[in-house]
């Protein structure tokens, strides 16, 4: 049995008992955080568990989940995703040591695996059997993936921008996807009348309590895999601000489960376009709509849906936020992608590119030791990875040609 004990408003506090509780949010409007019983918590999960469980997905972690396992659950492979020393990203920044969580290894190739798993879990344990999302095109991609394997049925709705390679997935998965002539908030708004119509389980960002409650285990393994030594400070690009939330959550509910003893400051990262968490944080701390344009479409968000969430995150580690323009998105993608063979997409490499303004400016110490999350890869947005990759030398079929070239280069 899970030891989800409540869901409490990250608004006004209330506990609403789960059975009782709204599936989503709360009568005020507010999202709502899931609170465990972490006596029983602790009795089930120790570092001695850990060491002993063979199994290498998110599941490992089950008594910090809001569901059980469940029989489909065996047949998603999400989680433990490689934590890669960057000593020559770290060198190019100035940074004593520096780590990268390759999410972009999971199924789907995103970090939102961790909140497709679980919200289909729980769909599943709700007898749902159809889930829709709004999604900028990873969350949607992740979930029609993983419903693939389980046979849940999928409606996906995905502002037109979204890139053709996150479209393609989404599509061959076996989704329905509904594109619509819009932004990402107005397909967030869109989703949830449907599901409001036909009845559907309702996955979007943030309105879903669970989503934070998948993410947040990236967390859980940063800490184990770095043997439970947190790093200083964890760096986390920012749209709607569900992943930051849930990195902060992962941490807080591993230290009440007695699994570590401190906690990391969060830097949250943001293309200038789409900064509405750094501007709340720079002022009063109230959310307001930005343009939300930017070469990163993954965080490219007008209101965050879980703003108030990641704004308190932030607060309460003593974090900071750092926001940057597009071209610096795409000189990061390039320097991760030539340092450390990772092949972020934007978003991702937005974490980067914030990190070294951060450093640069001081609000990162040199000496500290810091996790970058690489939350999606590449391969899904090749149009934009071309802009930061330049383009191939074109030559005849001949070694008089290449001669010629290699002449030319050498020249310069
Ligand atoms: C690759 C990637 N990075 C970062 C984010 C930002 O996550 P959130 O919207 O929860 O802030 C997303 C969300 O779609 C994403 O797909
Ligand atoms: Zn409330």
Request: one cysteine or more; proline letters at 6%.
């Amino acid at each position: 049995m899970p030891h989800l004990t409540a869901l409490r408003c990250i608004r006004c506090a209330k506990d609403l008992l789960p059975a009782a509780a709204p599936a989503y949010t709360c009568a005020c409007g507010g999202n709502l955080l899931a609170q465990y019983d972490f006596d029983r918590v602790r009795r089930e999960l120790s570092r001695a568990h850990l060491a002993t469980d063979p199994d290498r997905t998110l599941w490992r972690y089950a008594p910090l989940l809001p569901v059980d396992r469940g029989t489909h659950a065996a047949r998603l492979n999400v989680g433990w995703t490689p934590l890669l020393d960057a000593p020559a990203l770290a060198a190019h920044l100035g940074l004593k040591q520096l780590q990268l969580k390759d999410e972009t290894r999971h199924p789907s190739g995103s970090l939102k695996d961790r909140a497709g798993a679980i919200a289909l879990a729980v769909a599943h344990a709700r007898g749902e059997t159809r889930v829709a999302g709004a999604s900028t095109g990873n969350a949607a991609s992740s979930l029609a993936c993983l419903a693939a394997r389980t046979g849940m049925k999928t409606t996906i709705f995905v502002p037109e921008s979204a890139p053709p390679a996150k479209l393609a997935q989404i599509l061959l998965f076996g989704a329905t996807v509904i594109q619509v002539r819009g932004t990402y908030d107005q397909a967030f708004d869109l989703c949830l009348q449907a599901c409001q119509e036909y009845g559907w389980y309702n996955r979007n960002t943030g309105f879903n309590p669970f989503t934070r409650e998948g993410k947040k285990t990236v967390s859980f393994e940063i800490a184990e895999q770095r043997a439970f030594e947190v790093p200083d400070w964890v760096v986390v690009p920012v749209g709607d601000g569900n992943i930051l939330s849930g990195v902060w959550k992962g941490f807080v509910d591993f230290k009440a489960a007695g699994l570590i003893d401190r906690l990391p400051k969060l830097l949250a990262a943001q293309a200038s376009g789409s900064n509405a968490v750094t501007l709340a944080l720079e002022g009063d701390g109230k959310l307001r709509p930005v343009s939300g344009t930017t070469i990163a479409d993954s965080i490219s968000v007008s209101l965050p849906r879980d703003g108030e969430a990641a704004v308190a995150a932030v607060r309460e580690s003593k974090g900071a936020a750092v926001a940057v323009p597009d071209e610096e998105i795409l000189a990061a993608m390039r320097l991760l992608a030539r340092t450390e063979g990772v092949f972020a997409e934007p978003a991702a490499a937005t974490a980067i590119a914030c990190l070294s303004r951060a450093v640069e400016q001081g609000k990162i110490p040199k000496d500290a030791s810091v996790v970058a999350l690489i939350t999606g890869s590449g391969l899904k947005d090749v149009v934009s990875a071309m802009k930061a990759a330049g383009t191939p030398h074109l030559i005849d079929p001949d070694l008089a040609s290449l001669k010629r070239l290699i002449e030319q280069k050498e020249k310069r």
